[in-house]
């Protein structure tokens, strides 16, 4: 069983940054596929960003390409997203996800088995 911690949501206005971590358990996060959903009210949820096993490959949807970075430190279990020039329209509850012994980038929910309980992210105008 892997469980997921996410933290480093809060409130921003537009332009501002946030740094989402996801802090994993288990032994063998370094062969984990990576990745960030999120889901606004009354939408379904999409794939924000995502990251292989060893952090070589990465993802990014375009809504958010030249914004937000993904990264992780196997050493610690964690995975980030660093968020900046935040929009109103980015506003959404942020979840990581993962999926043992995967090496290549995921970026349908449907692919991923561990969720965490995600963290609220919201925008002001």
């Known amino acids: 069983q892997v469980q997921l911690v996410e933290s480093g949501g809060g409130l921003v206005q537009a332009g501002g940054s946030l740094r989402l971590s996801c802090a994993a358990s288990?032994?063998?996060?370094?062969?984990?596929?990576m990745g960030w959903f999120r889901q606004a009210p009354g939408k379904e949820r999409e794939v924000v960003a995502a990251?292989?096993?060893?952090?070589?490959?990465?993802y990014y949807a375009d809504s958010v390409k030249g914004r937000f970075t993904i990264s992780r430190d196997n050493a610690k279990n964690t995975v980030y997203l660093q968020m900046n020039s935040l929009k109103p329209e980015d506003t959404a509850v942020y979840y990581c996800?993962?999926?043992?012994?995967?090496?290549?980038?995921?970026?349908?929910?449907?692919?991923?088995?561990?969720w965490g309980q995600g963290t609220q992210v919201t925008v002001s105008s």
């Open positions: 996800a993962a999926r043992p012994i995967a090496t290549i980038i995921l970026r349908s929910p449907s692919l991923y088995d561990y």
């Open positions: 990251i292989s096993w060893s952090g070589g490959n990465t």
């Open positions: 288990g032994r063998t996060f370094s062969s984990y596929a």
